[in-house]
């Protein structure tokens, strides 16, 4: 169920399906030789699709941010695989057909004092259409969900992802 675009709204529960939030899941690796393979090969057997992937490296370590098409199974794969990882919300925002649709989103967010913390495109189209979306993580969920709403942009939950 996407939001925004006289989408019918009710939130009656703060996290679910129909919440308009995808699970990111922020995966801790040695900063080694084929440990993103190790990781990435995990899903090969599985009907979970990695649907975007952004790394965060340092000296040491590397963070993976990852959302992908079924997250409960997802979970399951990286407890049997032993990995260390966390979860956290993104908000999906469908781009909009503008000139600087990057631009758009940014200015709604800033209006309203929400600030991104980071952000990355959503490598396969989701949604109904297929459309390009940005993944964010902002520092008000709720706030941001509102202002992107009332500014008729159309947010994405994990039903639009999970096949």
Sequence with gaps: MSFGEGADIDYAISRGRDWPSIRQYNVFLAN???A???LVRR???SEVRIVSLMI???ADCAIIRMVLS???RALEIFHLGKFSVTESDLLVVQLPDSPQPIAAICKALLAAEVSIHYAYPILLGI????SNALAIHVDDHETAVQVLTQKNFTLYTENDINP
């Design 70 to 72: 079924d997250p409960e």
């Design 32 to 34: 080694r030789l084929g």
């Design 56 to 58: 965060v490296d340092s």
């Design 43 to 45: 899903f090969e057997s």
């Design 127 to 130: 949604g109904p259409v297929g």
């Design 36 to 38: 993103l393979m190790d």
